[in-house]
């Protein structure tokens, strides 16, 4: 019968273990010393040795013939927890027994002695699982358990243990296992398989399994079913349903060149030969990925790369991006594989994304805008001539207008802020008048840009505008003016005269526009007057 290959290839002894030298030195020197606690405590990302540490070292405090630390694997001890038929070696899920009454037949059983070795070993996996009520139950044993007990937690999320279970426990960390060791292993086992594994292939593989060994070999197990020649780069891209380093590559370059029907383009014939579009999303969010860390540490940068694309494409890529848009493209890639439902129109999702990220104009995100004025920022800062709009031709000068005297004047931008106005002036005049007046007039009187009534000193006449004729009608009383000349007139050490303006008031026909327009009607042979 097929065994599968990360449990055919599972470490045997600590030296088997891969990447996590500190973790298993540490245990061989206290298996030879003799000086082992009764409660180990395992965390780390999933396929990083967790369990297979556990169980060896609950062969190795077992073995009748141990060497420098490792179990020998051959004696009967070893053969029997190898087989699962030890009866006084139990391995439990946390995640399936969890209450407090499988805590509490585990605690039963544990105050008797072994049977066939010389130690009682649990080890719960998935510890995290347990529930409240069984964490406590567990407490009192962990905390003084019998000289033949041993317990071995294992978690990949360990602040959901308690603190009262992590002070009772030796606690180790694995770490992640660096794309290096994956590889180099996977070579091992391909070797042994007799797999022709190409060495580009071995590094897709192990950037694919992210830190985690047992990903990785079972992402080996799958290429090499599915592949009947040698296992390439571009197999292995067919396999998992990956778009590949050139593709992931051609795709952000037509994103960086706002080039949007190329990649629509390219995206379709991605869709169309099988690519998942959450993988192909999640390609594209490493590589920006590692273009903002090449943007933010040059150097170093490289030995930080996902290895998605080649070190040259994403130096060729860093320069035709800035920071601001490379945050914009993660984050709206991030966004779209969020939305993404089982069954739903992933497709589309895709395009719109693909879009918005060519064109940036369309969105009024602050992302957007920000990642616009960060990529005119750093072309001012290379010394790049920036592109000017074709001049316009000038307009033609129409006739001049009819001298409307009797109209309320305009206030143009450049008199917001009058020459003789102190600074700050119209600010404290309408916190002094909101103090002097009663609601709803008081409520008019603001600093904001959007406030009813806006002030503008000239030649010692402070003019109220009025946005609406309701502001203005309930302004322009005697009694409210007068009590705002005086406000006025006490801030600026000399007489004020106040006067309310309607900024929506009809002008009103002038004197000789009038008279224009009677002359027209009386000499209809002249010129004609159109209603």
Known sequence: MYQALYRKYRPQTFDEVVGQLGVTQTLKTQLRTGRLSHAYLFTGSRGTGKTSCAKILAKAVNCLNPQDGNPCNTCAACRSIDAGSCMDVLEI?????????????????????????????????????????????LLKIIEEPPEHLIFILATTELHKVPATI???????????????????????VA?????????????????????????????????????????????????????????????????????????????????????????????????????????????????????????????????????????????????????????????????????????????LEPEAINARLTRLEEALASGARLHQAAPQAPEEEGPPLPDDREAPPEISEEEAVPQDAPVGFWTDLAARVRGELVPP??????????????????????????????????????????????????????????????????PKTGENLQALLEFGKKHSDIMKVKN
Not at 450 to 478: I, Y
Request: aromatic share 4%.
């Open 93 to 137: 899920d946390a995640a399936s027994n969890n209450g407090v009454d499988n805590v509490r037949d585990l605690r039963d059983d544990a105050i008797y002695t072994p049977s066939e070795v010389q130690r009682r070993v649990y080890i719960i996996d998935e510890v995290h699982m347990l529930s409240i009520s069984a964490f406590n139950a």
């Open 166 to 188: 992590l002070s009772r426990c030796q606690r180790f960390s694995f770490r992640r296992i660096s794309p290096e060791d994956v590889a180099t292993r996977l070579q091992y």
């Open 191 to 363: 070797s042994q398989e007799h797999i022709s594994l190409e060495p580009q292939a071995a590094m897709v593989l192990a950037r694919m399994a992210d830190g985690a060994l047992r990903d990785g070999v079972s992402l080996l197990d799958q290429c090499a079913s599915a592949t009947p020649g040698p296992v390439t780069p571009e197999a292995v891209y067919q396999c998992l349903g990956l778009a590949g380093e050139q593709k992931a590559a051609e795709l952000m370059a037509a994103i960086a060149g706002k080039h949007t029907r190329q990649a629509l383009e390219l995206f379709d014939q991605l869709y169309a030969s099988g690519k998942d579009v959450s993988a192909l999303l999640d390609e594209l969010c490493a590589l920006a990925r590692d273009l903002l860390v090449l943007k933010t540490a040059p150097k170093a940068g490289l030995s930080m790369l996902s290895g998605v694309s080649t070190q040259e494409e994403a130096v060729s890529l860093r320069d035709r991006l800035s920071t601001g848009e490379l945050i914009r493209i993660l984050k709206t890639l991030q966004q779209t594989a969020a939305g993404f439902t089982r069954g739903g129109k992933n497709r589309l999702d895709g395009e719109l994304c693909l879009i918005r990220l060519c064109e940036p104009a369309l969105s």
């Open 441 to 506: 007039v008081s409520g008019f009187f603001t600093s904001t840009p959007d406030a009813p009534v806006q002030g503008a000193l000239r030649n010692g006449c402070l003019e109220l505008q009025c946005v609406n004729s309701f502001v203005h009608d309930t302004v322009n009383k005697p009694e409210i003016l007068q009590r705002i000349a005086q406000c006025a007139s006490g801030m600026l050490g000399h007489p004020v005269r106040v006067l309310a303006v309607d900024l929506q008031a009809k």
